[in-house]
């Protein structure tokens, strides 16, 4: 390595694509430096780097005082559907995922389905619709496969690979079998079945069996949105470790990245420029042969659009997708106690696949075909949550005891195919700042009919099967809300997407002019730097984001270190506690 | 000893928030006999503790040493005390809090909330309680958020007193190390657990 660098690549942030970029590079004899902006409870930075103690079952600390931050009055994010609603509709919480070591797979409950093989062209294989910029991947299906199959290795994910019809092909089984069905889902599923439809286990990155020396998971219940304390969950401490463990890693929390360096040719990046925020956010440097950006779907572009950055194509922040969420909703009259164990346990994706009642909802709209998503099964809430749906006074302990919300409440998300559009973005606010004076992120987002046409066509559906599984009645909702706006105000899913699905800034492809990273996920414009996380995602699909984004990582990163389809052994043990 | 309030201001807060989420004839506790306003009194005072009384730490259940609590605070974070401070002081003018303007603080909506509701407000019949909550409705919705932390929080945090709270609705909380068996998961019958502590 030069004498004027710091490391072969620097990493922003820590999250899965990060971290498994940073497994992949050192295992190829690189040195890293990750920066992560976040503070560290994940793991001890200090040889034997265990795991650090400070997760606990605490609903205050991670559903109500932003533990794992963004803390929204430091970094504010603003959100409006279109130009019509001025500059801002509200300001504070949009889509924030962890903000911390780990990043967004610390507090994910962990379903990690694969993309299917259309989902790669889906452009070639159904066809434009007007107003969206549906496009082909210049990576298919098969190109990920092998990198699918390394990356459910080293997660550890849980899954049935007989179990679901519509499944891609792949090379192996499932590392680990599934874990206990919640009650609610066995339930659900049979109802579902009876209706034609072909429910599975959904893969999970939860250790259904001790693995990679890691405990199985005891089914405490505080999954989704909490870190897991016995480290069950496939959260990113495993590929940090291995990567600390060569000695070529260093991990810097608390390094708030400002500005991406280039040379005078402006075609390669010579590092990054960070605020340590421990040291009084004095001003330091990261000199690196490669930048890898990994700071997620919302943050990657606004650190390119902030530094000026690898947008010639002017589309950066643009075609941002979420999965258009729709909730179906059943009340039982018994208890489903889904607080015990996964927070998801089975999920259908017959929605993937229009069936002559799909095309035909999409032809009445002027359409020329709907996908939806995949749908998972999952109930269970936690009193603190619950409690703040229901009003205050006499009703409140009666509504509380009899706990429609927490404990016989079910539901069906389908997370729904959101199309790429160019005027849905990511970028600067005008005029509001987060706590260093940079402007803070800014989305302005609308969906499209297709995604509108395919909750109604399939929601009713949903809300039939949740009546034969058992539900008093049902109901559904999407997030973000239809109709009138004046409405949401009670709506405790807000006005912006609610979805933590954030795709598509950075969209991959051959051409320059019509895309920002090529097909090895390296920016057209910066020569020396890549993209790992899914920011790159060209289509939405309707599939849980996190698996799909580590593959490309995995790939990106086996690519860039000029490896072949590189297997990291797990290694190491992780002790308590 | 409370940590912001006097002990007046404490049994205002008691009252309100008994008023918001109030006890039922099936013995049900109140807002007031879960601990609330000692909630409330330790969050808006956390920065006279040290470390302050905002994140309790882990793990759980002294499996590994140490007791069977979360008691453990954790240090902030320059930035985290930073947010903290400015949402419970206010941004007092402070340059460093007013990146976005002037921040009222917690403490000042609760000194201006429990001013609005009178000195006499324990002393009113519960009627005209919630006719002077109902006045303000950006302070009651506070309040009530706050009593909903400090019913169904975890005990650390200063309200859900002796688990009242969450022994009233059958929650157990953290069950940790012992978790549920596959079975407790997956059968129709929700089979009673007794809390790990």
Redesign the interface.
């Known amino acids: 390595m030069p004498g004027d660098l710091d490391c072969d690549a620097v990493i922003v942030g820590s999250g899965p694509g990060g971290s498994t970029v940073a497994d992949v590079l050192t295992a190829a004899g690189w040195s890293v430096i990750v920066l992560e902006k976040g ?1 560290n409870h994940l793991v001890s930075l200090e040889a034997p780097f265990d795991p650090s ?9 991670f559903s ?4 794992l931050g963004p ?1 929204p ?2 970094e ?1 994010r603003t959100y409006r559907r279109s130009e019509a609603d001025g500059e801002r509709l509200i ?1 504070g919480e949009v889509n924030n995922l962890p903000s911390t070591v780990g990043g967004g797979g610390f507090h994910a409950d962990g379903k990690l389905p694969r993309l299917r093989e259309e989902d790669f062209h889906l452009l070639s294989f159904r066809g434009g619709i007007d107003g969206a910029a549906v496009a082909d991947w210049p990576v298919q299906y098969d190109d990920l496969e092998p990198h699918y199959a390394i990356v459910e290795r080293l997660i550890g994910v849980a899954g049935d690979a007989d179990a679901n019809p519509f499944a891609a092909w792949r090379s192996g089984p499932y590392p680990m079998p599934p ?5 609610g889902a ?1 339930l659900t599923s049979e109802a579902a079945a009876a209706r034609g439809l072909h429910p599975y286990r959904a893969p999970t990155g939860v250790n259904s069996v001790p693995y990679d020396d890691r405990p199985a ?6 999954c989704g949105g909490f870190g897991c ?2 480290h069950a969950k496939g959260d990113p401490i495993s590929s940090l470790r291995r990567a600390l463990r060569t000695g070529r890693c260093e991990v810097r929390p ?1 390094a708030y990245v400002t500005e991406i360096m280039l040379d005078g040719g402006r075609r390669r990046a010579t590092g990054v420029r960070y605020l340590d ?2 040291a ?1 956010n004095a001003l330091r440097e990261v000199r690196a042969a490669h930048v890898v950006l990994a700071a997620g779907a919302f943050e990657t572009p606004r650190l390119l659009l902030r530094s000026e950055v690898g947008n010639s194509s002017n589309l950066v922040g643009r075609n941002l997708m979420y999965h258009f969420q729709t909730f179906t909703v059943g009340i039982f009259p018994f ?1 489903l ?1 889904g607080e ?2 996964r927070s998801v346990t089975h999920l259908h994706d017959d929605f993937m696949v229009p069936d002559e009642h799909a095309l035909a909802a999409a032809h009445a709209a002027g359409l020329p075909w709907i996908r939806g998503g995949t749908v998972e099964h999952g109930g269970g809430g ?3 949550m ?3 749906t229901y009003p ?3 009703q ?3 509504s ?2 009899d ?1 429609a919300i ?2 016989r409440l079910f539901a069906f998300t389908m997370q729904a195919e959101d199309l790429p559009q160019p005027s849905n973005r990511v970028d600067l606010d005008p005029s ?4 260093w ?1 940079f402007a803070a992120g800014r989305v302005t987002y609308r969906p499209h009919a297709h995604e509108l046409v395919a909750s109604d066509h399939y929601a009713p559906l949903l809300e039939a099967v949740m009546q034969d599984a058992g539900a008093e009645f049902a109901f559904s909702t999407t997030s973000p809300p239809q109709g009138d706006l004046d409405l949401h105000d009670i709506s405790p899913l807000g006005i912006a997407p609610a979805s933590r699905h954030v795709m598509g800034t950075c969209r991959m492809g051959d051409d320059p002019r019509t895309s920002v990273v090529d097909s090895a996920s390296r920016f057209h414009d910066v020569e020396n730097m890549i993209c790992a996380d899914s920011s790159v995602f060209v289509t939405s699909a309707g599939y849980n984001p996190t698996l799909t984004l580590v593959a490309l990582a995995h790939r990106a990163a086996c690519q860039l270190a000029a490896v072949d389809v590189l297997d990291v052994p797990n290694s190491g043990s992780i002790a ?2 | 000893m409370p940590a912001f309030f006097d002990e007046h201001e404490l049994a205002i807060v008691s009252a309100a928030v008994d ?6 004839g ?1 013995g ?1 506790p ?1 807002a007031s006999r879960a601990g609330v306003a000692d909630y409330v009194d330790t969050m808006l005072g956390a920065f006279t503790f040290d470390p302050p009384r ?7 259940s002294g ?2 040493g140490g007791d069977a609590s ?1 008691e453990r605070w ?1 240090p902030l ?4 005390e ?2 903290w401070r ?2 419970l002081e206010g941004s007092q003018g402070r340059a ?1 809090r007013e ?2 303007g002037p ?1 009222v603080g917690w403490q000042q909506r609760y000194r201006d909330g429990l001013g609005a509701l009178g000195n006499d407000f324990v002393d009113v019949d519960g009627d005209e309680q919630d006719r002077r909550l109902d006045r303000d409705h950006g302070f ?1 919705r506070l309040l ?2 706050h ?3 400090g ?4 005990p ?2 200063g309200g859900n007193r002796s688990f009242m ?2 022994d ?4 157990v ?10 079975d ?5 019958v ?1 089979t009673e657990i007794p809390r790990a502590r």
């Open positions: 503070r103690g400070d997760l606990s079952n605490d609903e205050i600390k109500r005082r932003h533990f803390d009055f430091l504010p300001t874990g206990p069905d919640m009650f066995i998971c005891n089914n405490c219940g505080y304390p016995i608390d925020v421990a009084r208890s106690h015990r164990g936690t009193p603190l619950e409690s703040m205050s006074g006499p409140h302990n009666v509380m005891r706990s927490r404990d509001i700042v987060d706590a004076g308590g506690p | 008023r918001l989420i109030p006890p039922n099936e049900a109140g905002i994140f309790a730490g882990g793990p759980f499996r590994w979360f954790m974070g320059p930035m985290e930073l947010a400015t949402r460093e990146f976005n921040v009651k009530y958020e009593a909903c932390e019913m169904y929080g975890d650390v945090y709270a969450w009233s609705v059958g929650w909380g953290d069950i940790q190390p012992r978790g549920y068996t596959d407790e998961v997956s059968g129709r929700k």
